[in-house]
């Protein structure tokens, strides 16, 4: 393993893949806590899908291929997308899902278009557009890395210098809108923010499921934690883990695109949160629903033996037989009396006859007490 | 319009705001005193929500004029302490009790600057007032409804404001935070604060408040509780739907 | 013999009908995304079933993908019940693995076989008349063709058979199931309809295209008209012109058919966003600034009413408090005085405003309206 990770840093074009790809986890890792909780995870496949013609119109304006521009091309692209969003949201009844679903659609028809144009071009070959859809780390050079790099550090920055704002207002709009802060300006930062690190990933992952890149660490930190600042740090630290990992395992094995191969990785991390993560995790579901039906279980049978003891004999103790308490009971019947008698509430006798014990009789007294005190005070 | 002796905290003149352009409130006069408990009552969609978020800046009127203390209000001057209705939010977000009442001193702090210790003891210190301290790192998906509702109104009291627009604070609450709620607020008007709630309850009106509004997207009365609720202002507000309402409420006299 | 362009513009404007039908419920039921997210996670059903078939027209292809299309559904409403994960995010996770996993596949095992992972996204539209049904040496003219004519035949069928059932559980789900039309199952069948016609559509147009089609028509739709049966001809309609619209624009820049399609739908529907009769924004503009005007007589005239009923000579007065209390500034108060005039609302007796008698009945109705 360790000498894995030193070759990993000692070759040249591997270290800029996994450099870039740690850099873009943590930057849409952070953006995209903020997406999943504006409830925009959509927005986020729409705005990456719309950058599409934004970098094949900056390549056939421009003829350059240099990533900065095509970054600023695709950016641009991502914004206008947005526009149209809010127009159509904003003056027609139409609702935004299906707005987000025109602008992804059309916006990536028309890149499409665009693509194939510049594919027909002499200066095309050597241009390779295609990897904007399911993106390819082994793409990445030097010059690219240090795009990226800035470009992440100033979206961290800002959200760092703006946290209390951002947070103030995903949390409570209106609120924040009383004590002064400026909303609008607040919300068309965030979505500039997500745009840029939407933008700086294309190249990695590809338009297709760049999203899954802001939507996926951010579900499964928030799957870990209560706290707003520890869920944005899970996130980058997620994203980065699996970018790493979808990155390299695409550059080291042929014919492997790097997009889904990073969401799957991605999505692997969701499905263990989602189920294993303390307390809010699956499992922990099921455990707290087994212990509480197995509690009722065990203290409805707990009652039924002193209720069948005080209507046949005056007998508290009398034993009764198994098969009358099973009828009464609510299942799995043996694993209950084992379970009164591992905490001694109740013995068992031959020919399968089960009677309270001096504890469990006063167990049940005090129970059966408070069933009813219960009924009084409802009623 | 009536004379006005003294500085009204709030004071309304031809308020119209129209959603979609259908007027939700319609030439509204409001001159509310200063140090009152004040009620805002009417039936559903009287616009009794957008009164509140229009004096806030958060609903822009298509016309009229809104004073605050004989101003044009701006958020920024942090005179009016505000709390949302419990359910504008949403309540799995991963924050604390704590920290949602410090978001009270967000505006005060300005832009970048980050809340310090002095900001966090006030906020316990507002928590302790609603009985709430002991609840302070608990994430706020595990309150319930009156729980909730005192956290909203920690994080007015952290505003420290001398108005408090509060927009159904009674809304899914029980009966004993219910109390207690109205005990803070009667401790804020004997501060001299203006308190003014959005209300449903007729029936608590006259106990809990001392000032009413009664709307119905037109201002239909407004005054100390007992001028104000009289059978006919009743009618006037609710129509036919309100007769047993207003038989009871005649009836107390 | 049908020609080759004839035959291509044919399968196009099949397709777009064929999306818009069920586009249309998924609009109304604001789940327009679910096209997006099942024409994509439908891959993975096609890849699995080639593995199993070996052969790229088998049937079960289609039965494949739209198994995965139904669980993809069934996924990501199984994630919002355990209310982890909002709606939203659970749609984002779900297509993108088994679209991730059906990509991976395709380029680690299929890397000589005929699907390629930028073919999904965009189809081929323009070799769709190589690929022909023959039966008994007869040709039948393209695959394609006939393919996406029995889904549009399943579609039309079963909006024909449950428009009523379709209708209700779409604009209210609750009466629906009081009166046992049952609309969690009117759910599935309308996902199952969606993922039939993705798959259907999928080798030709690709899964972009798809959801362009199941969305943007209808949605356009939706600013024209009011009437459900309407809005389903409408669609089909602008369906079929950007189908014929961008087979023209793609030979004429020499591009990608399917993108083509979707670029001028979405012309249509910026046509439409702006130009719709009652509902574009240029339309929405003009009412607006009609209801201002309107408002702001109605101000004016109550104001003047109220006037007449204290105190006949009030006119200075209700100029400087318009200017005042309205915030109008003293241009716009003389604009509206003189519109008011303009339309007999009231009338100048000197420097004094007067109402008119149809000026008092305004007055009068908009105190009565509201």
Redesign the interface.
Known sequence: MIEFIITLFSDHTLRIVALGAITIGITAGSLGAFAVLRQQSLLGDAIAHATLPGVCLAFLITQSKSSLILLIGAALAGWIGTLFLMLITRNTRIKKDAALGIILSVFFGFGLVLLTIVQKLPTATKAGLNKFLFGNAATLLQEDLTIIATLSAVVLMTLLLLWKEVKVCVFDEGFAKSIGIKITFVDILLTTLIVIAIVIGLQTVGVVLMSAMLVAPAAAARQWTDNLSVMVLLSAAFGALSGLSGAITSSLVSNLPTGPTIVIFLSTLVVISLCFAPRRGIMWDIIRYNKSRKQIQTTTMLKNLLLFSEINTNDPFHPHDIAALDAIGRGAIDQTMQELKNKGWAQQFKDKRWALTPVGLKEARSLTEEYEKGLITEN | MTKQTELSAISI??L?V?YN?K?VL??IDFHAPQGVLLAIVGPNGAGKSTLI?SI???VKP????ILVFDNDY?????L?G?V?QKN???W?????VL??VM??C??E?G?????SHKERELAINCLEKVGMKEFMNR?I?QLSGGQQQRVFIA?AFM?DAPIYLMDEPFAGVDAATEKSIIALLRELKDKGKTVICVHHDLQTLKEYFDWVMLLN??RLALGPVNEVLTAQNLKKAYGGKAGFLAGMNTEEK | MLTTQFEIMLLASLTAVTCALPGVFLILRRVALMSDAISHAILLGIVLAFFITKNLSSPLLIVGATLVGILTVSLTELIIRTHKLKKDAAIGLVFPLLFSIGVVLINKYTGDVHIDADCVLFGELAFAPFNRLYINDIDLGPQGIWVISAALMLNITFIFFFYKELKLSTFDAGLAAALGFFPGLIHYALMTLVSITAVSAFESVGSILVVALMIAPPAGAYLLTNRLSHMIFISAGIGIISAIGGYGMAYAFNANIAGSMATISGVIFILILFFAPERGILANMVVRKWHKWDFAASTLTVHLLQAEIEDADYTEHIVSHMIRHMKWTPEYTSEVIAQCIQEEFIEKHGSKLVLTPYGREKANLSLVKN
């Open positions: 003149n031809d119209t129209a352009e007027p319609w030439d978020k806030l800046g958060l298509a016309a009229g004029q701006r958020p920024q001057s942090r009016i505000y949302p504008s939010v949403d799995d977000f991963p924050t604390s920290d949602v978001m009270g967000y505006g702090l832009w970048f600057k980050r809340p994430q998906s994080r505003q997207v037109r």
